[in-house]
């Protein structure tokens, strides 16, 4: 006997798909977009909208937890925020297959970091990854609180100074204040500030080797597993297709999406 997904058949019923979104992570969402341009997440529920041949519903959010609660209530099917998976939010959700994989990255300030040896032909980046700072004397961090990204500083670099912000604006705020000379985010956050300002490059260099595999991950709430598969089927084929490298091409490879008042 096939199996039957409840939250398949309420979407279909009301031809609504609602989706919960990250308020503050452009270019997954973008609030006021430039024409064609709505953000990677939004453009990935549309997809699958399209696929399920219903309406799309978003609601920007603010925190993982409102996701959660959210879901938990019926009141959204999907959380596409760019949320990373993790075992402390298992507890709370269930998590698709990655649709991106990402990993800790940084802007350091290049102040901090010792001088390159003279006289020789640099041909390695000294510091390629985050790992490579732990060479640094007196480094210091900010960083989003109780992100994975967070977890991780504490866990590598145990007696650094970590300062830990409730927005990774705040905690990009700090490395331009001079309060930390290294700020840690996603690598995909990385690179979006790095659109929206590339002249930071001058001041900071950015530290974008993989150091772990962060998988992004749809979250739904803990009942359907059924929901589940047909999300993993989509997400699949989404890949398989092309599609999902389209997509990262439009928002990471161009600066198309940055609002003009934005750009620095």
Same mark, same amino acid.
């Given at each position: 006997?096939?199996?039957?997904? #409840? ?7 009301? &031809? ?26 939004? =453009? ?10 219903? =309406? ?20 959204? #099917? ?12 298992? &507890? ?47 480094i210091s961090f900010s960083v989003l609180s109780n992100s994975s990204n967070h ?12 300062y830990s912000y409730f927005t990774s604006e705040a905690a990009f705020n700090e ?37 772990? =595999? ?21 997400? &699949? ?7 999902? #490298? ?19």
């Open positions: 006997m096939s199996q039957t997904s #409840q939250t398949i058949d309420k979407i279909k019923k009301t &031809k609504v798909l609602t989706v919960s979104v990250n308020e503050f992570y452009d270019p997954f969402y973008i609030e006021n977009p430039n024409p064609e341009y709505p953000g990677l997440d939004v =453009e990935l529920a549309q997809a699958y909208a399209e696929f399920l041949d219903v =309406e799309l519903r978003v609601i920007p959010l603010r925190t993982f937890d409102q996701h959660a609660k959210m879901l938990e209530r019926g009141d959204s #099917q999907i959380a596409l925020a760019g949320l990373s998976s993790s075992i402390l939010r298992f &507890k709370d959700v269930y998590f698709t297959d990655p649709y991106l994989l990402s990993t800790p990255a940084g802007l350091v300030n290049r102040a901090s970091l010792p001088p390159e040896p003279e006289g020789q032909i640099v041909t390695v980046q000294l510091f390629r990854n985050l790992l490579d700072l732990q060479s640094v004397s007196g977890l991780y500083l504490k866990e590598t670099f145990p007696k650094a100074q970590i490395l331009k204040k001079n309060n930390v000379n290294c700020f840690v985010a996603d690598y995909y956050y990385i690179m979006a500030l790095l659109q929206k300002n590339p002249s930071l490059r001058a001041t900071y260099l950015p530290i974008m080797g993989s150091v772990q =595999e962060d998988h992004i991950s749809m979250a739904v709430a803990k009942k359907d597993v059924e929901f589940i598969y047909h999300l993993n089927f989509f997400i &699949k084929e989404f890949k398989r297709s092309g599609k999902m #490298q389209s997509l990262i091409n439009k928002y990471f490879k161009t600066d198309k999406w940055v609002k003009k008042e934005e750009a620095k």
